[in-house]
Each structure stands twice: as structure tokens, then as C-alpha cells.
């Protein structure tokens, strides 16, 4: 007959309990985001955002998908209570407990990341008479923090809060060519709109011999002899994640075919040294 120990059934008992305890919380941690996130990621999200803040989630219940409009396939809506760790932007008073609402991506078996007593990065904004709660900037504007990621969002806020920040470009006013005295010789104007009505305007100047050279003024001063905007900065932003694709045909007032022609070649120029908006999130 076989026999088992007192202590060697509690052992296995607990051996068991164990396992299943480890299985229910074996959910992979998502990836860090600074491992994922584009300067363009971090830009839109911090970007008119009021409040940008680290917490710790403490409590994350799910909420029930008839209640939970509007989510996208394969994301579940769930709300948190969490901790203020610090506000690394803003200034409305924010206390210490918080609760919001939160769209995370579910595993293949309907949970979602493990994030609870992790520290995350909240994109949100206070909500008018109920202390303590946020509304996220967008649904999924919750980030998994690191060191790293820290760091580069510092950054884009710094770059933000600047006084001489570069404004919002939304598209292209005018387009004007000007030949020179020299064959190969021109400058090329392209004057920008802005959400804010605040000047912005793209210079490119060719001269016989010499490689096209372009700069970008986001003031009342055009400097054409001013370096281009480096990649991953808001200059850089501003233009090549909201300038259209290709130049307008309404905005090109060179006066003649050949000068439009090349009002539109230095423009693809300028798209080209731009290069591509990355992004990862969608």
C-alpha cells in the first residue's frame, strides 16, 4: 500500500499552490518602450498633452466590453487605481491616488500586460471636479517607464516647453522659385502654415557647382545659410511627420512652368533630406 507523509502531501500541496501561482502570474511584462517608441511616438503623445505623469498601478480590474466602447480588436478596457510617483510635466495639483481608465492588448488568452506595481507613464489630463481621477490623453496613453525612456521624454518635453519651440506645422502656404544670374542658380521659398499663425518658411538655395543647401526659420527671420533641422528633434518633427508628401499645386505661384518645376524638385529635396516619420504605434 502506498503511503505519504503528513509532510510530504503539505509539501506537494504547496508545491502545487506554488506553480499555479507562478502560472497565473507568468504574463510577460510588455516591452520596454523605450525599446519600441520612435522620437515621433513620444512627440504625439507629449505633444498639447496637460499632464505628464509616473505612477504605480496598485488595483486594475477589467471593465465589462459592453461598457467599454469603442476598443479596438484584440484590447481590453480596464480600470486602475494607482500611486503618483512624480509629475515630470505640468502644473495642476494632482494628488497622491489616482484612478483612470486604460486600453491595454490582450494576450492570446484575454489578459493583458503585467503592469501592476510596475512603473508606467501616464499622458492625461485632470477631470473638473472629481480629485484624483484622469482621463488619458488617448486610450492607451500608458507607458511601461525606464531609465531610458525618461531620459528621451525629458528631452521631447524640454524641446517642448522651449520659448523659441518650433510651432506646429500644418501644410504649405506658398511656393515661389527665383532664378539667379548664373545658370544653376536659384533660391526656392516655401512658406508654411501653422496652427498657431506663426511664421515658418523652408529656404533652398542652388548654386553652379555646389550641392543644394536648405534651412527652416520658424520666426519672422529667414536665415538661409542656417543648418538644417537634425533628425529626432521637434524641428525635424514639425516638418517631416506633418508637411504633405508632395508639393500642392495650388500653393506653387512660380510665375512660369520652369520655375514651378523647380519649386516642386526643391521641395522633393527637402522631403528627401527629411526622410521618413517613423512611427510605432498606430
Known amino acids: 500500500m502506498l503511503r505519504i507523509s503528513l509532510n510530504g502531501a503539505l509539501g506537494a500541496v504547496l508545491a502545487l499552490a506554488a506553480a ?3 502560472g497565473a502570474d507568468s504574463r ?5 518602450a523605450s525599446a519600441t517608441l520612435t522620437y515621433a511616438d513620444l512627440a504625439d503623445l507629449a505633444d498639447r ?3 505628464v505623469i509616473r505612477a504605480q498601478p496598485r488595483k486594475i480590474v477589467a471593465v465589462e466590453p459592453e461598457r467599454a466602447r469603442g476598443v479596438r480588436p484584440g484590447w481590453g478596457r480596464f480600470y486602475v487605481e494607482a500611486r503618483t510617483e512624480a509629475v515630470i510635466a505640468g502644473t495642476q495639483p494632482l494628488g497622491q491616488q489616482l484612478k483612470y481608465l486604460v486600453d491595454l492588448p490582450l494576450d492570446a488568452k484575454g489578459k493583458p500586460p503585467q ?3 510596475k512603473s508606467v507613464v501616464l499622458f492625461a489630463r485632470t477631470v473638473p471636479g472629481r480629485p484624483g481621477e484622469l482621463q488619458l490623453v488617448r486610450p492607451d496613453a500608458q ?3 525606464d531609465a531610458p525612456l525618461d531620459a528621451r521624454l525629458r528631452a521631447v518635453i524640454t524641446e517642448l516647453y522651449a ?3 518650433p510651432h506646429r506645422v500644418t501644410g504649405v502656404r506658398e511656393a515661389i522659385y527665383v532664378g539667379g544670374d548664373l ?3 536659384g533660391e526656392s521659398q516655401l512658406f508654411l502654415t501653422t496652427a498657431s499663425g506663426e511664421p515658418a518658411a523652408i529656404t533652398v538655395s542652388r548654386r553652379p557647382g555646389a550641392a543644394p543647401r536648405w534651412s527652416v526659420s520658424f520666426s519672422e527671420v529667414v536665415a538661409g545659410d542656417a543648418a538644417p533641422p537634425a533628425r529626432d528633434t521637434l524641428a525635424w518633427y514639425r516638418l517631416a511627420c506633418f508637411l504633405p508628401a508632395q508639393l500642392p499645386a495650388s500653393a506653387n505661384i512660380s510665375p512660369t512652368a520652369a520655375d514651378r518645376a523647380a519649386a516642386t524638385r526643391d521641395y522633393r529635396f527637402v522631403m ?3 526622410g521618413p516619420c517613423p512611427r510605432s504605434r498606430t
Open 20 to 22: 499555479a501561482s507562478a
Open 28 to 32: 510577460p511584462a510588455p516591452p520596454p
Open 49 to 51: 498633452t496637460p499632464m
Open 115 to 117: 503592469v501592476k506595481k
Open 143 to 145: 507607458l511601461l517607464w
Open 163 to 165: 520659448p523659441d519651440a
Open 183 to 185: 545658370a544653376g542658380e
Open 272 to 274: 528627401e533630406q527629411l
